[in-house]
């Protein structure tokens, strides 16, 4: 299961050359069409209405005290313990898991419902569980109104294996349940052991407040979801179904997409579908013998042939009107200030008529997927060829080959598509070869024959949940669900519709209930920090109570900023030059040079982890660094996170040591900023046009950072130039100087291929103490979410008894001595000369790609190493 739903933010690819411009060309049509028809006054509020916002009327003190409770340390440590201990237990389903009665391997799901029921003993009281086929998990908290229809919370117990020669590349066990200060790591911290362990921890904190539900509350848990739920899901449906009868249950709400930041504002996108799934076999049969007399054609041939036809007749993309993508994408058109305007006025109208509707109904899915391959995925019907076999000897003629294809079918559509497309285009290759076609007739397999069956079972995609309130229901499970996110996220999250590409246990339970939702609420941060909009605080709930930083640590950075400003104020006042007012006046201009330079250390550590939980405090934030560090500090980001970071002394490294190659080392040390700066700016300038073309908050947030540092800088110089040089100018460029060279020291004469020694550490007190711990570089490349004031604890634990003694250094300025002045060579980190390889030499800058979906940090891959 796909633990979050795609981002269907479109963006440009260039470069794509098509023979077939003519839906370009229909698409640009509709655009100019519309200039003159009434299209452009349609009332697109009335298609994405936001439901009002649900409060809980939950005012006694026991509950009040219950939502307190939930805001407290005490509590977050609870938590981080309860769900590191569920992760330590690996309830692994492997995909030839036999009869759970049979099959000793299930035994661990004993051990785990131990386990829940030693951690949360009170909902053991207070709630019925019953076991369903062994390992099935049906808890019941009965409602006081009987007549009402039950809520089902589901979620599953299971996890995905992990092979054996994998497990030395985790960078945590998986499953040891570790927490990082930040994160916990282990199978099912996303899929699904998080949902699970959240629900009870609700039921527990609601049950402990004494709260008496007027609505009955069923949590469900799976045990096999991973492997298909032919042993969980199925069976606690139909013990559900059995006691509820068909549509007996109010709402189900399973795993799925968290609130994700798309088109520059906040999404809940529930999945009110999934995409159907069908496993096709193809068996092609053919004479055997020997190779030395081969047929023109093996069976190998004719199946890869079958292949080639299959791939080149993929299914067009078709957005049929009751596809949720579509009101997915009405509500980025009215709500999200990025969405593309051209695109909105292409976009279908349900319940609409005429030529120019029609127009946009058949071009607007081949733009889509031309534009955006995720989107294109949404409105499609897939196939993947995943497996061929054939043969057992090369000097023998293979007698079977066998082609498995998977395919996940659109809604809107169903299987029998599928079988109708392979059976038409296999006729043409059975005929071509004369074989002998058996399409889906369960014939058994013939020799010169082609064989085509349906594999396992064959899931059409689900029904659509509901998400319009009618005449008769007006307080829909859709809109209870949108009112109540809004009343816990903030008005600013807008509630859209979506599809759930992968498949849930919900596939069981359709019958129980017309609303079912594939929903996980809450923010997923590594996704948050890819993008660095901040999630929306909100008064009026009680479980947004965040304190306004994020680490408390970070009121060092927070007075570093301030002193920097009180210095600079009471020198340029007070003084006209360093040696004005004698040494007291000279030690404040030093201070300067160090306060700028914590500013840009304090400016490389925002950009990994915002200091605010604040969006806007961020922003206000990033426009006083700025202000300390003399420059707009969001151009600091795509160098830095998508060069630097992602590719390490290689050729789109801006930062790499290799551009600086002079036999006297310390020109390699005084030079290598400038190789940096001037090689680095046209990158930044395409990937910000990039980002403006796509209308990304990052680009107004670098205007504004330049508005406000070009504004002060100019006022100054009207001023006094001569003290703007010497109290702004030169510690500001001290600062830019020192932070870009502290990046020759800590990477020149490492290993790039070592998981550890690929970069030097300083770990000298004082050092750290003024940089904010940047000292300990090779714990922050390799999990750069980290907090800056874990570091030494993480470097102590992880790094130092791996990393070689020699990056290792307690004195960065002994170091930059005997480097740069005695003896002055350039070394290795074993002590030999560097060697740059002719290779290295000649590497010429490449420029670091990015997509236009990558946005202030790097990809999600890097991201999930340690971030907060």
């Known amino acids: ?200 921890e609700a039921i527990d904190a ?25 042993h969980g899901a199925a069976f606690l449906a139909s013990f559900l179904l059995q006691r509820y009868g068909e549509n007996g249950v109010s709402l189900i709400i399973d795993e799925g997409a968290p609130i994700l930041p798309i088109w520059g504002t906040h999404f809940a996108i529930p999945g009110v579908s999934e995409k159907g799934y069908v496993d096709v076999e193809i068996v092609v049969r053919t004479k ?89 995925y949404l409105i499609s019907t897939t196939q993947a060829v995943d497996v061929i076999h054939g043969g057992v000897k090369v000097n023998a003629l293979p007698e079977r080959t066998t082609i498995l294809i998977n395919h996940r079918v659109n809604v809107g559509e169903s299987t029998e598509l599928v079988r109708q497309k392979i059976t038409k285009l296999a006729d043409v290759v059975a005929k071509r070869h004369h074989l002998t076609l058996h399409a889906f007739d369960d014939t058994e397999e013939k020799e010169s024959s082609i064989l085509i069956r349906f594999m396992g079972s064959i899931l059409e995609p689900a029904p659509v949940t509901p998400t319009q309130a009618s005449d008769e229901e007006k307080d829909t499970p859709w809109s209870v669900i949108s009112g109540t996110t809004r009343s816990l996220y903030g008005k600013q999250v807008v509630m859209a519709p979506g599809i759930m590409p992968a498949n849930t246990d919900t596939k069981y339970y359709w019958k129980l209930s017309r609303h079912i939702f594939r929903y996980s609420p809450g923010w997923d941060p590594e996704i948050m920090a890819q993008t660095q909009i901040e999630p929306p605080m909100h008064s009026n709930s009680k479980l947004d109570n965040k304190p306004l930083l994020r680490h408390n640590e970070d009121v060092r950075c927070l007075v570093s900023t301030a002193l920097f400003f009180t210095v600079f104020l009471i020198t340029w006042h007070n003084f006209t030059s360093p040696t004005a007012g004698g040494w007291i006046s000279f030690s404040l201009w030093l201070a300067l040079f160090q306060l700028s330079f914590m500013g840009a250390v304090t400016t490389h550590n925002a950009i990994h982890l915002p200091v605010f939980w ?113 109290f702004a100018l030169l510690p500001q460029f001290y600062a830019k100087y020192c932070i870009l060279s502290l990046n020759f020291l800590q990477h020149d004469g490492c290993d790039m291929t070592s998981k550890y020694n690929f970069a030097r550490n300083f770990t000298g007190i004082t050092l750290n103490y003024l940089c904010f711990n940047n000292g300990y570089h090779t714990v922050h490349h390799l999990y750069p979410g980290l907090h800056w004031s874990v570091l030494p604890e993480k470097h102590q634990e992880l790094i130092s008894p791996q990393v070689a003694p020699s990056l290792e250094d307690p004195n960065i300025l002994l170091y930059m001595w005997r480097n740069f002045i005695y003896p002055g060579l350039r070394v290795d980190y074993k002590g030999k000369p560097l060697i740059i390889t002719k290779e290295e030499n000649e590497m010429p800058d490449e420029p670091w790609f990015y997509t236009e979906s990558e946005t202030f940090s790097n990809t999600k891959e890097y991201l999930a190493q340690g971030m907060e």
């Open 288 to 376: 055997g013998g020997h190779s030395s007399m081969p047929p023109v054609h093996t069976s190998a041939g004719i199946a890869a042939e079958l292949v080639s036809i299959i791939e080149n007749n993929p299914y067009p993309p078709q957005l049929y009107q009751d596809n949720p993508l579509l009101d997915f994408l009405w509500c980025g058109a009215e709500h999200a200030p990025g969405f593309l305007i051209g695109l909105k006025y292409l976009l279908p109208r349900r319940g609409q008529t005429g030529i120019l509707e029609t127009i946009k109904q058949l071009s607007f899915p081949r733009l889509v997927s031309r534009v955006n391959k995720m989107a294109g």
């Open 614 to 726: 604040s969006k806007n405090w961020n922003k206000f934030y990033q426009v006083c660094l700025s202000l300390q560090y003399g420059g707009a500090v969001s151009i600091f980001i795509p160098g830095h996170n998508l060069s630097h970071h992602k590719y390490p002394q290689q050729a789109r490294d801006v930062m790499r040591t290799t551009k600086v190659r002079y036999s006297w080392n310390l020109l390699n040390g005084l030079l290598f900023f400038w190789h940096v700066v001037l090689s680095g700016n046209k990158d930044d300038k395409l990937y910000f046009a990039a980002q403006a073309r796509l209308n990304r908050p990052i680009v107004r947030q670098r205007q504004i950072e330049e508005i406000a540092v070009w504004g002060t800088t100019g006022v100054l110089i009207l001023i006094d130039w001569r003290r703007w040089i010497w």
């Open 1 to 200: 299961m796909s633990n979050s739903q795609p981002q269907v933010a479109l963006s440009r690819q260039s470069g794509r050359a098509t023979s077939r411009w003519s839906w370009w060309y229909l698409g640009f049509g509709v655009v100019a069409l519309a200039a003159f028809v009434p299209v452009f006054s349609y009332d697109s509020e009335a298609l994405c209405p936001q439901a009002p916002v649900q409060n809980a009327q939950l005012q006694d003190p026991m509950t009040t005290a219950m939502f307190k409770n939930l805001s407290a340390d005490s509590f977050r440590e609870k938590s981080i313990k309860r769900m590191a201990g569920a992760i330590q237990i690996p309830t692994i389903a492997y995909d030839d898991m036999g009869p759970v009665d049979q099959d000793a391997r299930w035994k661990v799901f004993d051990e785990f419902a131990d386990y829940l029921q030693t951690t949360f003993p009170k909902i053991y009281e207070k709630l019925t569980l019953e076991k369903v086929n062994s390992h099935g998990l049906l808890y019941t908290w009965t409602g006081s109104d009987t007549t009402l229809k039950p809520t089902v919370l589901m979620a599953h117990q299971d996890v995905v294996p992990v092979p054996e020669s994998t497990v030395s590349q985790w960078n945590y066990a998986p499953f040891g349940g570790e927490f990082d200060g930040s994160s916990i790591w282990g199978r099912g911290a996303l899929d699904c052991k998080n949902t699970l362990i959240a629900s009870l």
């Open 206 to 230: 609601l049950v402990d407040a004494r709260f008496e539900p007027r609505r009955t509350i069923i949590l469900s848990f799976g045990f096999d979801e991973e492997i298909s739920g032919h």
